[in-house]
C-alpha cells in the first residue's frame, strides 16, 4: 500500500515539477523580450536624437570683435526643426549667419547639416532653406525668414561678414545697437582699438513658380506680375500710403501680396 501510495504521488506530482521549469522559461523569455524591446527602442530614440548632435561643434569665433555671427539675437530660441524629414520639437535654435548655419543647443552647441534641413521655426519665427531638394530654382544659401507665404511667397535673408577697418561700427553697420560695444581694450600699458566686426546686411526674396527672384526694391516686386496687375497694386499701394519712406519693403511686400491674393487674384477666380 505505501509503495502505491508513492507511486501515486510521484505519477500526479510529475506534471507540476515538469511544468514548473517550463513556467520559470516563460517568463524569463518574456522578461527578456521586454528588456530587449526597451533596449531597442532606447537605442532607436538615441540614434534619431542624434542626427540632431552627431554634426561637427558650431563655428567659435574666438577673437576680439563686435556684433554677432548670429542672425537675429545672441540668444537661443526655443522651437521645431524639420530635420531629416523628422519633426523635431523643444529645440533650442539659433542661425550662424556668418556660415549660413542652423544650429543647437542640446547642451552643446553643434552645427546642423543644411542638407537635411527643410525648415526651422526658432521662437515663433518661420526660417526656411530654399535650397532644400532643389525645389526652388536660384535659391540663394542659407536659411531664409519667411515673412509673407502665399503663392508668391516674400523672405529676408540675414548674412554676416567678417570685416576689420576703424572707427565706430555700432548700430547699422551691425545690424543692432550693442550696449556692450568695445572701441578698445586695454592690454597691459596699451590701449587697443577693436577694429574687428559682424558687418550686417539684409537681402530680400520672392518665390514665385518654383524660381526665386532677388527684390531689391518695390518696383522689382512689382515686375513679377503682367503690367496690368502691377499698375494695380501700385494704385493700391499708393492708396493706402504704402508708397512712403518710412514704410519697410517687408511691410510694402506684405500688404501688396495680400491685395493681389484677397481681391485681384481670387477675384479673377
Known amino acids: 500500500m505505501y509503495y502505491r501510495i508513492k507511486f501515486l504521488t ?3 506530482g510529475l506534471p507540476l515539477l515538469l511544468s514548473l ?12 523580450h521586454r528588456q530587449y524591446e526597451d533596449n531597442r527602442m532606447y537605442a532607436e530614440a538615441a540614434k534619431e536624437k542624434s542626427l540632431l548632435t552627431r554634426g561637427v ?11 554677432t555671427w548670429y542672425a537675429e539675437t545672441k540668444e537661443f530660441k526655443t522651437g521645431e526643426l524639420l530635420y531629416n524629414n523628422r519633426m523635431y520639437r523643444g529645440v533650442k535654435m539659433n542661425i550662424d549667419a556668418c556660415k549660413n548655419l542652423l544650429v543647437v543647443n542640446t547642451g552643446r552647441i553643434t552645427a546642423t547639416d543644411r542638407n537635411y534641413v527643410e525648415y526651422a521655426v526658432i521662437g515663433g519665427e518661420k526660417y526656411v532653406n530654399l535650397q532644400f531638394g532643389n525645389k526652388v ?8 525668414k519667411l515673412i509673407y507665404s502665399g503663392d508668391v511667397s516674400f523672405y529676408s535673408l540675414v548674412r554676416k561678414t567678417l570685416q576689420s577697418s576703424p572707427g565706430y561700427h555700432n548700430g547699422d553697420d551691425i545690424g543692432y545697437v550693442d550696449p556692450d560695444y568695445k572701441d578698445a581694450v ?12 559682424f558687418s550686417y546686411s539684409k537681402r530680400f526674396y520672392a518665390v514665385k513658380d518654383g524660381v526665386c527672384y532677388p527684390v531689391k526694391s518695390r518696383r522689382a516686386l512689382l515686375k ?23 514704410v519697410s519693403l517687408e511691410v510694402y511686400a506684405s500688404s501688396v501680396l495680400s491685395y493681389w491674393r484677397d481681391e485681384l487674384r481670387e477675384g479673377a477666380e
Do not use: I, W
Open 224 to 246: 513679377l506680375f503682367d503690367k496690368t496687375t502691377a499698375k494695380k497694386l501700385k494704385k493700391y499701394a499708393s492708396s493706402r500710403n504704402l508708397d512712403e519712406l518710412g
Open 21 to 32: 521549469p517550463a513556467k520559470a522559461q516563460t517568463v524569463s523569455a518574456a522578461t527578456s
Open 137 to 144: 530654382k536660384d535659391a540663394p544659401e542659407g536659411f531664409c
Open 10 to 12: 510521484l505519477l500526479f
Open 186 to 197: 586695454q592690454v597691459g600699458m596699451r590701449s587697443v582699438p577693436v577694429e574687428t566686426f
Open 57 to 67: 561643434l558650431a563655428p567659435e569665433y574666438e577673437f576680439l570683435h563686435n556684433g
